[in-house]
Every structure is written in structure tokens, then in C-alpha cells.
């Protein structure tokens, strides 16, 4: 029947709409429909579903008709009924897209309470699954009205409070209607992302700040909190938020409460979705970085409600990429802060190369700082501690097998990339002598605070083969003070039992007794492994490298309590049966260099090694059973406390000393410890004393070789640490057509071996060692000709030659 003809009278009107007029109450001010009439159209509804789709349409008309006439009461009960029908019935795909009008029209008007039942209704719509996909259903526009919502601005605070609670709402019932479904609006975009997080940020800002106001004008004087501080203290960020006290739900909440369901909804594609309009709004508003304890508290919240541990690593590697596109130097300190503060919750989970990406970025930024202009400012110096906190917090929260292959990185990070940066560079070369110093002394203060979080079981297992050796090379650094460092990570890596701090200082430990002894320093003796460790050529290289340090002229006080420190902690760690003689080795031969006319050092220095020397004996004596080398040990410390106490501890470690101190330089037999006497007590307790006379290698000798492997890694490329990647020959054309002519006519193995290029060779050596074993080299041969003229024959259909 046509609409024009409804209206006449009662009996004209289709039945579907009698029965939704008799729903409305006389009074258009009355907010409460009719229930039983009510109750009709829904049974008539469930037996006529065809007629959904007209019900919904009138009831739409009523609704724009109610609204423009400003009959309030009748509005309510449209979005009731059409509340009602949505419960109530199965077949919903014939009227939501009339339902989302109706819903968009009251979320349009400016009056607050019909804004908050459109949102109320939504709600409960987006609870309900059972209706099929439609691809005509027009969430754009809703979308728009709710976050229009969550900026409102009304001049009564308790008005405005409620709006933006039910924008902030409306988004979350839409994150939850649609979040998973492909066929209707694809929420994930980006320009639907920035809508949803700009008022979500906007409430959380507006929070904070309100509480930030609040906390100054009650105490005044009160000290500022810390840049990134208490999370739970900022979770109590949103009191007041906006909103009057006892008002209902504050909008910080809300919004806190949404950007958590965001991110529990996201998955790991859809999370950089979510991390690129926070940046965004973070750079728009610089002020939000600095102090960045907006910022800190949005990421701890977007990383606790991550769903999945692993994909946190997402939103990490996302910020550290972020570093790229800040040329501030404060907002690059306030985001790697950010990144401190949420690194430990993705450190446990990753694996394989998530964990050197970020470290890889990290040591770039701190290579970048150090390079640029400005590198001694007090803001630069600032920003690379706070990239050393946030690697050092990111291995913190690694297992201790990742926190050995991070310290690798860390170390190869310097030759890998210092090399490149300086064949670019136009800087004077002490200027980049100095940078790559200060790089340097960086990436081992990183070494030395990740090596301090780990715990060694098995010593090889913390100096495997790549390790090590790197770390040795720094070692002979002609800066004492990278020196230092490097002795740090060593003694890190080495103590499991705490001995450190007892060997900080170098001093004489007291000798056992002829008749009841001395406790010995060690709580348990040296594991299998550790043992042979030291017996193996890793632990020679150490030792060795120990020797050379005690001879640098530019060792400080420092560096002679740093070797003696390490030489302790190595000998009781490590030492046991055979692995004691090398101790007694390297303290024998540092004395004979000093006694040499090789050694040039000065008296200080000289006093220093050799009583490190003596100390270290004293340890030794402990950890062994000879008497015999306790009592000698005992008698050289009391000539030399007689006639030359500065070879002593007492007086070579005294920072005060003059040069009175040193009575005289000459060293006369009886101030030296005996290497006969030791050597025949120590064959006399059973050990093997055939390496106690054996030199080291000299400190000239290890430069040279160092500055060969430096030269011969620049000449050829760096590949790993300092090696040198070998020439590849490819098997080509000519070379297969002479290993097969070679083949044919001389039909001995060795001879096609000796003609064969590269791999062939190999394969060809192997076959003819085959060959001669069974005794039938003309067969092999032969055979080996046919393979090598099948190769020959692909080569040159794959080149198009012809026979």
C-alpha cells in the first residue's frame, strides 16, 4: 500500500504499522513504550522476518520526523523498539544498515542524553554475533561521531565527563564488533587507527595533566617526579580526570581501559597500526617527550596488555626505529628512556636476530652521537648513557645464553662499522682517534655492565672461541683506561664465588702454618672443565696476555689491582693440579723480565709488577700442598720487607709516594723468588713442571702480530674479527674442459686431482683416494672423465656454445 494512502485511517495502515504506532505513548514527552504492544510487534516480527527491513524504514522515519520536531520522549522509544526487534530476532543483515542510521542521527544531535543512548544502544548491538557479514554497513561515519564525542567540549564539567565516557565507549564496542571481521570496515587502516588514538591519547593527556595540577597545588614543594618514574604512580594519573568528583566513570579510565582492549585485539601485524599514531601524536606535541611521563606510561600500558610475549619485540624494534627520524637530541633521550622503561618485558621472548636488531640500532645511535658535532655537550654525553642503560636493561632481562652472543655483537660492532665511517669521513686523524676511542670505551662499558648481570656455571662457556680472542686484542690497548674496562668484563665473567671484592686491593695474604696451616681462600675446588680450560690454548692465550700487560709503561695504580684482581680470581676459579705450575709460570717469568736488560720500565712500575708477583704467591701457596715453597715464599718476603719493602704491596701501592720511597733499584738474588727451588718442590709433589721455563710470547711480538691481522683485515675486507675472507674460484668452462682432457689422456687419479680448480679438486681428491684403496684407477678415471665431460656439456648449452 502506498505511504501517502497510511495515514487516512487506522484500518488503511498495514498491520506492522498498527502495531508499532500503538507502541508509542500520547504524550511525546513520556519516555516509556507501551510493553505489551511492544511484545506484539516482536511475536510479529519472529513469524514475519520478510517485514524487518519496513519496520526498520518507518521506524526511521519516525525517528528523523521525532527529532526534527523536538518530541524527545518518542525518540526514546524508537531506539527501545528498535533495541528490542535487534534482541529478539535471528534474520538482523535486512535492517542494520537502517539500524547504524538511526543510531549515527542520535549520535549527531548536540543534545548529551540522546548522544549517550545512541552509544548505549551500540553497545548492546555489538554484543550480539549472530548476524551475518554485510558488506553495506557504514561504520566510517559512526566512527567519527564517537570519537567526536571523546573531544567534547562542554562547559559543564560533570556533561562533558559523561559525553566523552560514551565516545570512549562507542569505540570500544566498535573494536569489538568489528575488529575480527575482513568482510566489514577494515578498522586497521591507518586513518581509522589515527581517529581512535587521537582521542584516546587526547583523554589520557587531559587526565595526567589534570592530576599534574592537582598534585602541584598540594604540594608545592614537593620533589619532581623522576624522568620515566613510578608506573603505578601514573596509573593513579587520571583523579579528577576531567571530571567532577563521584560524577560516575572518569574519561582517563576509560580511555586507559580502551587503549587496552586496542592492543589485546591487535595481532603482530596490525601492532605497528597502533605504535605509528602514538609516535605521530607524541612528535606533533614535543612537550609530551620531555618529560616523557606521558609517554612512558602510554607504552608501559600498550606493552603489559600485548597478548602474546613475543610480539612485543614489535613495538620495541618500532620506537627504536623511530630514533632515525628525531633530530632532537632531548626527544632522542626522552624516547631511548622510553624504550629502558619497556625493553624488559620483550627481552625474555625474543630469539635469533630480534635481539641484534635492537642492539644493532643502539650501538648506531651511540656511534652517530659520538660522531657528531656537538659529541662533548652535557645533552650528548646524557643521551649515550641513556643509550648504554637501555642495552644494559634489554640484556638484564635476557637469559644468560643471549647475554654471551649480545657482548659478541657488542665487541664487533666497533670494527664492523668504525672502519666504513671512517673512510667516509674528511676529519683530521686525531680528531677520529679520539671518537674512536670514546666509541670504544662505550661498547666495553656495555660489556662490562652485561657480563656484571651474568652467571657463570661453566668458564668456557662464558669466553667461547669468538669471544675471547677479540677481547684480548682490545686488551693491548695503548689506553690504560680501556685497559681497565676490559680487566672488568674478564673479572665479571670469571668470579662465580664473589672473591672480587676481597682481591680489589693488591696485598700479601698470610702464609700457612708449619703446623696447623691456613684455611685456604677457596670455597670449593675447580671444576673439570675449568681445568681444562686453562690447559687448553684459549686459557694459554689469557695467561699470556696477563704477562704482556704487567710489562705496559703506561700502567696506572689501576691497571696493576685490575691484573692482580684477575690473575686471583683465575687461579682460584681455575687452578688445580697441573694448572697451578702455570701461575707459578707467568709470576716466574714477569720476574725475569724485570731482572733483564729487555725490561726498559721505570722503578714505580717495576716495584708494582713484582709485587703483584709476590701477592699472587702468597695465593698460590694457599691452593697447593708444598711446604717447601710456603717457607721460601715467607723467606723472600722478609728479605725484600728488609732491604727493599717497595718491591712490597705496603709501599709500591702507596699513591703518596715520593721518590725516597724507592731506596734502590738493584736486585740482588735474594729479593727473587727461585725457580729451581719451586720447580723441584713442585716435581716433588708430582707435578708436571716440563712448561715452568717455557717463555711467553714477548709484548713486541703480540703488537706485531696484532697490527699483521689489523693490516691484513683492511687490505681484504673485515669479516667477523679481523679474518680474512678467502678468494672463491668458480669451475668454468675452460677449467672443466682441461680436467677432462687431463682425464682422458693420462687416466690417473692424482694427475686429474692436480688439474682440477677449487670444489672439483676436492671431490676429484676424494674419488681418487677411492680409487686407489680398490685398486682400479683406469675405471675410476674413466668415470670421472664422463662426469666431468657432463658438467663440460651443461656449461656450454648453458653459455650456447656449440661441440
Not at 35 to 55: D, F, M, Q, V, W
Not at 381 to 409: F, G, L
Not at 550 to 558: A, C, F, K, M, T
Request: charged share 25%; proline share 5%; aromatic share 8%.
Amino acid at each position: 500500500m502506498p505511504r501517502r494512502c497510511q495515514g487516512c485511517c487506522g484500518m488503511c495502515k498495514p498491520r506492522w504499522v498498527r502495531l508499532v504506532d500503538n507502541i508509542y505513548p500520547k504524550n511525546y514527552l513520556n519516555k516509556q513504550p507501551n510493553g505489551p504492544k511492544l511484545n506484539s510487534l516482536t511475536h510479529y516480527s519472529c513469524r514475519n522476518p520478510e517485514k524487518l527491513a519496513r519496520i526498520a524504514e518507518y521506524l526511521e522515519s519516525r525517528l528523523q520526523r521525532d527529532l526534527y520536531r523536538r518530541k524527545t520522549g518518542h525518540v526514546f522509544v524508537s531506539m527501545d523498539i528498535i533495541d528490542n526487534l535487534i534482541k529478539s530476532c535471528q534474520r538482523l543483515d535486512n535492517f542494520i544498515c537502517t539500524y547504524l542510521a538511526m543510531v549515527t542521527s542520535l549520535l549527531e544531535n548536540k543534545d548529551p542524553e540522546l548522544q549517550m543512548t545512541g552509544t548505549q544502544s551500540f553497545e548492546k548491538f555489538s554484543e550480539i554475533d549472530k548476524e551475518t557479514p554485510n558488506y553495506l554497513k557504514e561504520y566510517a561515519t559512526l566512527l567519527e561521531c564517537f570519537v567526536k564525542m571523546c573531544h567534547d567540549a562542554s562547559p559543564d564539567e560533570a556533561v562533558r565527563c559523561r559525553v566523552r565516557c560514551a565516545g570512549l565507549q562507542g569505540i570500544m564496542s566498535m573494536m569489538r564488533k568489528v575488529a575480527s571481521d575482513d568482510l566489514q570496515i577494515n578498522i586497521w587502516e591507518q586513518v581509522h587507527m589515527n581517529q581512535i588514538l587521537w582521542g584516546i591519547l587526547f583523554n589520557l593527556e587531559e587526565g595526567l595533566q589534570a592530576s599534574e595540577e592537582a598534585a602541584a597545588a598540594a604540594a608545592p614543594t614537593a620533589a619532581a617526579p623522576s624522568v620515566g618514574g613510578d608506573v603505578a604512580l601514573l596509573a593513579e594519573a587520571g583523579d579528577g580526570g576531567g571530571c567532577a568528583s563521584g560524577s560516575g566513570p572518569r574519561p582517563f579510565d576509560k580511555a586507559k581501559e580502551a587503549l587496552e582492549d586496542l592492543v589485546m585485539r591487535a595481532n603482530y601485524n596490525n601492532m605497528n597500526c597502533i605504535v605509528d599514531p602514538v609516535l605521530t601524536h607524541l612528535d606533533h606535541n614535543p612537550d609530551l617527550w620531555a618529560p616523557n611521563r606521558f609517554a612512558v606510561f602510554v607504552f608501559h600500558t600498550i606493552i603489559c596488555r600485548i597478548p602474546k610475549p613475543s610480539q612485543a619485540y614489535a613495538v620495541v624494534d618500532r620506537v627504536i626505529q623511530h630514533l632515525n627520524t628525531v633530530k632532537s637530541t632531548p626527544v632522542k633521550k626522552a624516547v631511548v628512556q622510553v624504550v629502558s622503561s619497556i625493553v624488559g618485558y620483550a627481552a625474555s621472548d625474543a630469539i635469533g636476530p630480534a635481539v641484534y636488531n635492537v642492539f644493532k640500532e643502539l650501538c648506531r645511535q651511540l656511534m652517530q652521537s659520538i660522531w657528531s658535532r656537538d659529541e662533548s655537550s652535557d645533552v650528548e654525553s646524557q643521551y649515550r648513557e641513556e643509550v648504554i642503560n637501555t642495552m644494559v636493561r634489554y640484556s638484564e632481562a635476557s637469559p644468560d645464553t643471549q647475554k654471551v652472543e649480545i657482548m659478541k655483537y657488542i665487541l664487533s660492532f666497533e670494527a664492523q662499522h668504525v672502519r666504513m665511517l671512517d673512510q667516509s669521513s674528511q676529519s683530521q686523524p686525531e680528531v677520529e682517534e679520539r671518537k674512536r676511542k670514546m666509541l670504544l670505551k662505550s661498547l666495553l662499558k656495555t660489556v662490562s655492565m652485561v657480563a656484571e648481570n651474568y652467571r657463570t656455571t661453566v668458564i668456557s662457556n662464558a669466553f667461547p672461541f669468538d669471544f675471547l680472542p677479540p677481547l684480548l686484542k682490545i686488551s693491548m690497548n695503548s689506553d690504560p683506561g680501556i685497559r681497565v674496562v676490559v680487566q672488568n668484563i674478564l673479572q665479571h665473567l670469571i668470579d662465580r664465588h664473589s672473591y672480587r671484592e676481597a682481591f680489589s686491593r693488591v696485598r700479601l695474604l698470610p702464609l700457612p702454618d708449619s703446623s696447623t696451616g691456613a684455611p685456604s681462600p677457596r670455597h670449593d675446588k675447580p671444576s673439570r672443565q675449568d681445568m681444562q680450560f686453562m690447559r687448553s690454548a684459549m686459557g694459554s692465550e689469557l695467561l699470556t696476555h696477563l704477562y704482556t700487560q704487567l710489562q705496559e709503561e703506561s700502567n696506572r695504580v689501576d691497571n696493576f689491582e685490575k691484573l692482580y684482581t684477575t690473575l686471583c680470581l683465575l687461579a682460584l676459579e681455575t687452578a688445580a693440579d697441573e694448572a697451578l705450575v702455570e701461575f707459578f709460570r707467568l709470576g716466574l717469568q714477569t720476574q725475569d723480565f724485570l731482572v733483564s736488560d729487555r725490561c726498559g720500565l721505570k722503578i714505580v712500575h717495576k716495584s708494582a709488577a713484582m709485587a703483584v708477583v709476590a701477592a699472587l704467591f702468597t695465593l698460590l701457596c694457599g691452593l697447593q700442598p708444598c711446604k717447601g715453597i710456603d717457607a721460601h715464599v715467607a723467606e723472600v718476603i722478609e728479605q725484600r720487607n728488609s732491604k727493599a719493602p717497595h718491591f712490597l704491596p705496603k709501599v709500591a701501592f702507596n699513591r703518596n709516594n715520593t721518590a725516597k720511597s724507592y731506596a734502590t733499584e738493584s736486585i740482588t738474588p735474594e729479593l727473587l723468588f727461585s725457580t729451581d727451588q719451586i720447580e723441584s718442590e713442585l716435581k716433588a709433589a708430582g707435578f708436571d713442571t716440563s712448561t715452568l721455563r717455557q717463555p711467553y710470547e714477548s709484548l713486541m711480538d703480540l703488537r706485531a702480530k696484532l697490527g699483521d691481522e689489523i693490516n691484513a683485515s683492511n687490505r681484504g675486507g673485515f669479516v667477523g674479527f679481523g679474518r680474512q675472507q678467502p678468494k672463491r674460484r668458480e669451475s668454468t668452462f675452460h677449467h672443466c674442459k682441461i680436467s677432462a682432457t687431463s682425464c682422458k689422456l693420462s687416466g690417473a687419479p692424482g694427475a686429474i686431482v692436480g688439474k682440477a680448480p677449487g670444489l672439483w679438486r676436492l671431490r676429484l681428491a676424494t674419488r681418487a683416494s677411492g680409487a686407489g684403496r680398490v685398486g682400479s684407477a683406469g675405471p675410476t678415471a674413466y668415470r670421472i672423465w664422463i662426469c666431468l665431460s657432463a658438467r663440460l656439456g651443461r656449461l656450454c648449452t648453458s653459455r650456447q656454445l656449440s661441440a
